[in-house]
């Protein structure tokens, strides 16, 4: 009994220092094994952090690089910009000295173009004048240069009462159409009535110039044409001014009454039937 009791402690002594060492070899293996796993990650760590790092060295000595040789750029176009103004104000200061010179020399010249001007067109009044006072007269004085001067005051009389009576059809009634109508009608009216006048004045009674002349001075009156009714007392005004040029230019007064009657009458006479077909016509749809 009493050696199966001293066996027992033993033993147990036996029994503890094993469990110890197993408990030791089991952490020690344990931290061999986690030594192991730290290192086998670590290098790709390790690889992964240089390359990283070398990466960012590669990034950085290419953007030195580019800004190294984008300097030389920038401070040429620095340099441009700066030099700029002085190039725009080297090549504007010639072209405001010739503006400036043209502009001067323009306003030196201007008052005797505008006296030279308004002595012409008074001229051509005073011509055109004496030409109307008497038509026979004027084509042997002066070379003809009052029927010219008549004529050419006539054309643009005509024109300008054209012109007014145009903007004036085209405010009140608000269509354009309508005053360009006006002034296509009146032109169209005055070539006809020059070729009726050319077809019954005979040939041989005077030069076809001449005739131009002496319908262009009988324009005048058409200045003042800006409404219906003035455009009707124009063109009788007009068709006495043109019967006594033609007279004065030497056609028969016969060959005179028929060419004003067909061609200033007959106008006449068109926008008279015109009108009562008309008022007929309003007369018949108001009943």
């Known amino acids: 009994m009493t050696d199966g009791n001293e066996r027992r402690p033993g033993a147990r002594k036996q029994t503890g220092t094993t469990a110890t060492a197993a408990v030791v070899g089991l952490f020690a293996t344990w931290r061999h ?3 192991a796993l730290v290192e086998m990650c670590a290098a ?15 990034w950085n ?32 200061l010639p072209t405001l000295r010739r503006v400036i010179g043209s502009a001067a020399v323009f306003l030196s010249r ?28 004027s084509w042997s004085a002066e070379g003809g240069r009052r029927a010219d001067a008549a004529a050419a005051v006539g054309a643009s009389f005509f024109l300008s009462g054209l012109m007014i009576a145009g903007l004036l059809a085209t405010t009140t009634r608000g269509m354009l159409t309508s005053g360009l109508a006006l002034i296509a009608t009146e032109i169209l009216w005055a070539a ?12 041989t ?16 009156p ?3 044409g800006a409404t219906t009714l003035l455009r009707i007392a124009s063109l009788v005004l007009s068709a006495i001014l043109t019967s006594r040029g033609l007279i004065g230019v030497g056609v028969q007064v ?8 067909w061609s200033f009458g007959g106008q006449a006479c068109f926008v008279a039937a015109s009108w009562l077909a008309r008022g007929g016509l309003v007369l018949l749809v108001g009943s």
């Open 192 to 203: 006809a009535r020059f070729a009726i006048i050319i077809m019954l004045v005979p040939r």
């Open 110 to 137: 201007f008052p005797r173009a505008l006296a030279v001007a308004w002595k012409s067109w008074m001229g051509q009044w005073t011509l055109s004048l004496t030409y109307h006072a008497d038509p026979a007269a």
């Open 44 to 58: 790709p760590v390790r690889a992964l952090i240089v390359g990283v790092r070398g990466l960012f060295r590669y």
């Open 33 to 35: 094994l986690v030594t």
């Open 222 to 224: 058409y200045a003042f």
């Open 254 to 261: 016969r060959d005179v009454r028929s060419a004003i009657c």
């Open 205 to 220: 009674a005077t030069p076809r110039a001449r005739l131009l002349r002496v319908f262009l001075a009988g324009l005048a």
């Open 61 to 92: 000595r290419s953007l030195d690089s580019h800004v190294d040789s984008a300097t030389p750029r920038t401070l040429e176009l620095v340099d441009d910009i700066a030099v700029a103004p002085k190039t725009v104000a080297r090549g504007l």
